[in-house]
């Protein structure tokens, strides 16, 4: 079955950047997704990617996308102490699988100050 | 704008209770799931629903049973409520032919 892997822990000093770091195994995924959730509060989409792209930028926030080794990285520039929190990977293969999502383990960031 | 609203935030069940998880959302969105999430695991799949009256198991189904008959609602039924089910539950919902998934604030669920 689909497998999504990322590393548990990431701490980082305020202001440098943060690189997340996931691997999946489902060559049929269509989306990627990169997920925020603060403790005690639900998900929130921060980006996704389609498979057929290889980088996205929004804002702060650059997703890289290596089909060839399943590998998806979010970095985040200029982290501040409200980036801390639990980021999810998450795969789908896309068509009626929409919402139909395989999440990694979650990676902790913490930003010290 | 609700978005996806989960209802309750908190519960505690004794072991063999019986209830349902509530999720409802307003926007419309065809599709919509139940997560679980346990420390260190992620979010696993328990069961999904492409439309009114058509559901289908996730990854994690056993102990949980759902049925969707209308577009807004997807409750969550546990029969017999075991430690094991001790979890944070989530619900998603997308629109159709749309990637984004769109996530409640959770129920935090603890079977004693």
């Known amino acids: 079955g689909e497998d999504v892997e990322q590393s548990l822990f990431l701490s980082v000093r305020e202001g440098d950047s943060s690189v997340i770091n996931c691997t999946y195994t489902?060559?049929?995924?269509?989306?990627l997704y990169w997920y925020k959730q603060e403790p005690g509060a639900g998900l929130q989409l921060l980006t996704y990617?389609?498979?057929?792209?290889d980088m996205k930028q929004d804002q702060r926030l650059t997703v890289l996308l290596n089909k060839k080794d399943k590998h998806l990285s979010l970095r985040i520039a200029d982290t501040q102490t409200g980036d801390s929190a639990i980021y999810f990977c998450?795969?789908?293969?896309?068509?009626?699988?929409?919402?139909?999502?395989?999440f990694g383990q979650g990676t902790i960031l913490t930003v010290h100050p | 704008n609700a978005g996806v609203t989960q209802t309750p935030k908190f519960q505690v069940l004794k072991t063999g209770q019986s209830m349902t998880l509530q999720c409802a959302q307003d926007?419309?969105?065809?599709?919509m799931s139940w997560y679980r999430q346990d420390p260190g695991m992620g979010l696993r799949l328990i069961h999904y629903?492409?439309?009114?009256?058509?559901?289908d198991q996730g990854e994690v189904p056993n102990g949980y049973n759902v049925s969707r008959s209308t577009t807004e609602d997807f409750p969550l039924r546990l029969l017999s409520a075991a430690p094991s089910q001790t979890s944070v539950y989530f619900c998603?919902?997308?629109?159709?032919?749309?990637?984004?998934?769109?996530f409640g604030q959770g129920t935090r669920l603890t079977v004693v």
């Open positions: 998603a919902s997308s629109p159709m032919g749309a990637p984004e998934a769109f």
């Open positions: 926007m419309n969105h065809e599709y």
């Open positions: 489902d060559s049929s995924s269509t989306y």
């Open positions: 629903s492409v439309g009114a009256g058509i559901t």
């Open positions: 990617i389609f498979s057929n792209m």
């Open positions: 998450a795969e789908n293969a896309g068509g009626t699988s929409y919402g139909k999502l395989t």
